[in-house]
């Protein structure tokens, strides 16, 4: 089985439909969400509707699908990220909303995989994985071999062996026997570790490999949206320096 785990798509429709294709060619035969579908970005709905029709096995939630889903005060969003997810909120319709609030925080698969957006031992506090000292906590909470996770929009992989985590960036992760690996599989619609195209990883069961993806996408149409939607500038600006 091959997966596509796809993530902070941040309502980048461009980005999401460069993906969608890229993983096609690869042979994807379904998909996994980490979560932030919406925000930042001016295709919250168009994005929504495709990740629903995909043949997705999980998804989870993330911060700017709950807050996107709720009429809650925006503690914690500067005001850029804040004023996306009013826009959004408005954007969305009932069926829509009560979509992302049902996704939940985690999700476990059996014995060989976890899904979560932030942190395991506290998904709903949203807090960020950066480096191995985080890491580290987060893996105490694991308890599968594989757990996939985003938020940073930063593509990192850690890997717990022996009692001690190493980790950081990384093109294709082998999976072996007693390891635990903690993966953020980077953003789709918003990077930012300094490469603006877009990101997402397959995981091949059969060869216990998962592989980082980068995707060209239309990124000029992308960021004309965001300003005739009367977004902030910045958000466009952002894109074409993946940060």
């Given amino acids: 089985m091959k997966y596509a785990i796809i993530g902070d798509i941040h309502a980048n429709l461009e980005a999401l439909q460069a993906v969608l294709a890229k993983a096609e060619e690869l042979g994807v035969d379904r998909y996994m969400c980490i979560g932030d579908i919406v925000g930042y970005n001016a295709n919250p ?4 509707d495709i990740v629903r029709q995909l043949d997705m096995e999980v998804a989870v939630k993330g911060n700017h699908d709950e807050q996107a889903s709720t009429e809650s005060d925006l503690l914690g969003f500067n005001p850029q990220a804040a ?7 408005r954007q969305l319709n009932d069926q829509q909303r009560d979509w992302l609030a049902a996704l939940p925080y985690k999700e476990r698969m059996g014995v060989k995989l976890t899904m979560v957006h ?7 506090m949203w807090g960020y994985i950066f480096d191995k000292f985080s890491a580290e906590v987060c893996l105490e909470y694991q308890f599968t071999p594989v757990c996939f996770f985003g938020h ?5 992989a850690f890997d717990k062996f022996g009692g001690s985590v ?7 992760v082998r999976l072996e026997p007693n390891h635990k690996y903690l993966i953020n599989v980077g953003s789709v619609g918003q990077p930012r570790d300094g490469d603006p195209r877009a990101a997402f990883v397959t995981y091949c069961t059969d060869e216990r490999l998962v592989t980082l993806h980068r995707v060209e996408y239309d990124l ?3 960021q004309a949206k965001i300003v005739a939607a009367g977004l902030p500038e910045r958000l466009a600006e952002r894109l074409m320096f993946g940060r």
Avoid: K, N
């Fill in 83 to 89: 004023m996306a997810i009013q826009w959004t909120r």
């Fill in 152 to 156: 940073t929009h930063v593509p990192l």
């Fill in 220 to 222: 000029a149409t992308s």
């Fill in 166 to 172: 190493s980790g950081g960036r990384y093109d294709e």
């Fill in 45 to 48: 709905r168009e994005c929504l």
């Fill in 118 to 124: 932030a942190t395991l031992d506290m998904p709903h």
